[in-house]
């Protein structure tokens, strides 16, 4: 989703603001960035809104990065 908004993901760096309206810690944005813990259904609704794109544009952007993963 992060590779939607800005072309190197690695330069979002998110803020006091981010973690407040989307009710994630900074903690629980490390481990879901990193993949070290799955993101829920909410956590990721949240994002998309924060972030500012529709669902349609988080669905797709959910299944590029499967299709990815799998190609690999």
Not at 1 to 27: C, G, V
């Given at each position: 989703?992060?590779?939607?908004?800005?072309?190197?993901?690695?330069?979002?760096?998110?803020?006091r603001?981010?973690?407040?309206?989307?009710?994630i810690?900074?903690?629980?944005?490390?481990?879901?960035?990193?993949?070290?813990?799955?993101?829920?259904?909410?956590?990721?609704?949240?994002?998309?809104?924060?972030l500012?794109?529709?669902?349609?544009?988080?669905?797709?952007?959910?299944?590029?990065?499967?299709?990815?993963?799998?190609?690999?």
């Amino acid at each position: 989703m992060l590779k939607t908004k800005f072309r190197h993901p690695e330069d979002f760096s998110p803020t006091r603001a981010f973690y407040q309206e989307t009710n994630i810690n900074q903690r629980r944005w490390w481990d879901l960035y990193y993949g070290r813990k799955s993101i829920t259904a909410k956590e990721y609704a949240a994002i998309a809104d924060y972030l500012g794109l529709t669902i349609q544009e988080a669905f797709e952007s959910r299944q590029l990065t499967f299709f990815e993963e799998n190609e690999e």
